[in-house]
Nanobody, 120 residues
């Protein structure tokens, strides 16, 4: 079974940057679309970005477009979320998820999450 492990979260000031990593164990990610979701306290889970396995095309939520960039490592083991110009409203637990279908199908595997806190 695919296992996903997120890392890279932490505390950052508004306007700062962080890079989150999603690493796969047991199996490589090259046959999965990978999404990043986030959930803030008291709010619904939101999909913020996704990258397809077929052609590398990407999807971004309007709330993060032009600030976040999702990418895949060529070793097919890791997917990254580069976050720039962070805002207080980006504070959330961030999860990566793997889709056996595509970015718009239900996620099949989830990581445990990493906390991102944007605060001065």
């Amino acid at each position: 079974q695919l296992r996903l492990v997120e890392s890279g979260g932490g505390l950052v000031q508004p306007g700062g940057s962080l890079r989150l990593s999603c690493a796969a164990t047991v199996f490589a990610l090259d046959h999965y679309a990978i999404s990043w979701f986030r959930q803030a306290p008291g709010k619904e889970r939101e999909k913020v970005a996704c990258i397809m396995d077929t052609d590398g095309s990407t999807y971004y939520a309007n709330s993060v477009k032009h600030r976040f960039t999702i990418s895949r490592n060529k070793d097919a083991i890791s997917v990254y979320l580069q976050m720039s110009n962070l805002k207080a409203e980006d504070t959330a637990v961030y999860y990566c998820a793997a889709h056996a279908g595509n970015c718009y199908s239900t996620a099949d595997f989830w990581g445990q999450g990493t906390q991102v806190t944007v605060s001065s």
